[in-house]
């Protein structure tokens, strides 16, 4: 089992910074890959930005890439997803996300948004114009 939990959401004006964390417990094989999800009111989940903790490999959703930046500590228990020049449209709940797949099996797979099997409770994320 793992457990996700974020933190760091708010408030904020366009233009400004904010950094979402994601304290992760339980099987570390469960969790090779993790994930950063965000879903605004009427809108689908999509992904975000995620990184494989045995290769530090990293992929970014096109409308974040260049603003966002995800990252782990060196333990490999926290995640970070630091966020700059934030936008209203980047509204949304922000989710935290796991899974056992690595980087060669999402890629022969091209699984690369699917299949997360764990998931934190969210943060809430908000900029306004």
């Known amino acids: 089992q793992v457990q996700l939990v974020e933190s760091g959401g708010g408030s904020v004006q366009a233009g400004g910074s904010l950094r979402l964390s994601c304290a992760a417990s339980?099987?570390?094989?469960?969790?090779?890959?993790m994930g950063w999800f965000r879903q605004a009111p009427g809108k689908e989940r999509e992904g975000v930005a995620s990184?494989?903790?045995?290769?530090?490999?990293?992929l970014y959703a096109a409308s974040v890439k260049g603003r966002f930046t995800i990252s782990q500590d060196n333990a490999k228990t926290t995640v970070y997803l630091q966020m700059n020049s934030l936008k209203p449209e980047d509204t949304a709940m922000y989710y935290c996300?796991?899974?056992?797949?690595?980087?060669?099996?999402?890629?022969?797979?091209?699984?690369?948004?699917?299949?997360?099997?764990?998931w934190g409770q969210g943060t809430q994320v908000t900029v306004s114009s």
């Open positions: 339980g099987d570390t094989t469960s969790r090779k890959c």
């Open positions: 996300a796991a899974k056992p797949r690595d980087y060669y099996s999402d890629y022969t797979r091209g699984s690369w948004w699917t299949d997360f099997a764990y």
């Open positions: 990184i494989y903790t045995s290769t530090n490999s990293t």
